[in-house]
């Protein structure tokens, strides 16, 4: 396993390939190395209140970490805001209202993203919008001086996506168990 805190020493925004059947164990580890740092954790593929749960099952503190559900009120009605630990918006493919949501996480201080994962984000966007926005959430975590780590599946449909995504991050992490 890597140490997430010596990475991001050397370079500030990570795009972390995690292979598919390691990666629940993977990405709740790289969660408890960073929980002291002020996370904001941008869900696509689980709702806020599930991956809540799911740390605190692997006995990860949550206190410091935000969150953008992107997936909640594509299930159920839910309010924009569940608590002041997470904004919902309205889709995976409301891109816009994500990057709304991060920013407003960020002006609060919240300046480690973590973005749960570009793989459910190309489930609901074609390549172009979804390499758009990366190139646009880099851009501004570099202006911000944040720290950003995109999660990435290890699958071969999105290696041409996830080429160029590599080429916009300071480096790409191959992470293993």
Same mark, same amino acid.
């Given at each position: 396993?890597? #140490? ?6 050397? @370079?500030?925004?990570? =795009? ?13 580890? =790289? ?23 799911? =740390? ?8 410091? *970490?935000?969150?953008? !559900?992107? *997936?909640?009120?594509?299930? %159920?009605?839910?309010? $924009?805001?569940? $608590? #002041? ?11 816009? @209202? ?14 480690? *993203? ?5 793989? !459910? ?18 851009? %501004?975590?570099? @202006?911000? !001086? ?15 996506? =996830? ?10 992490? @191959?992470?293993?168990?």
């Amino acid at each position: 396993m890597i #140490d997430i805190n010596a990475e991001l020493d050397k @370079e500030r925004i990570l =795009l972390l390939l995690v292979p598919p059947f390691q990666y629940h164990q993977i990405t709740t580890d =790289l969660v408890r190395q960073l929980s002291k740092e002020k996370i904001c954790y941008i869900t696509m593929n689980k709702t806020y209140l599930a991956v809540k749960e799911d =740390l605190a099952k692997d006995g990860v503190d949550a206190k410091n *970490i935000v969150f953008v !559900d992107a *997936i909640s009120k594509t299930i %159920k009605q839910v309010k $924009d805001r569940i $608590d #002041d630990s997470c904004i919902c918006v309205s889709s995976p493919a409301a891109l816009t @209202e994500i990057s709304l949501a991060i920013a407003e996480f960020m002006r609060r201080g919240y300046n480690h *993203i973590i973005f749960d994962s570009l793989n !459910d984000l190309m489930i609901y966007e074609k390549k172009a919008p979804v390499t758009q926005f990366v190139l646009s959430m880099v851009n %501004k975590l570099r @202006e911000a !001086d944040a720290y950003g780590m995109f999660y990435a599946v290890t699958l071969d449909e999105n290696a041409g996506m =996830l080429k160029q995504v590599g080429m916009f991050v300071d480096k790409v992490v @191959e992470v293993h168990s």
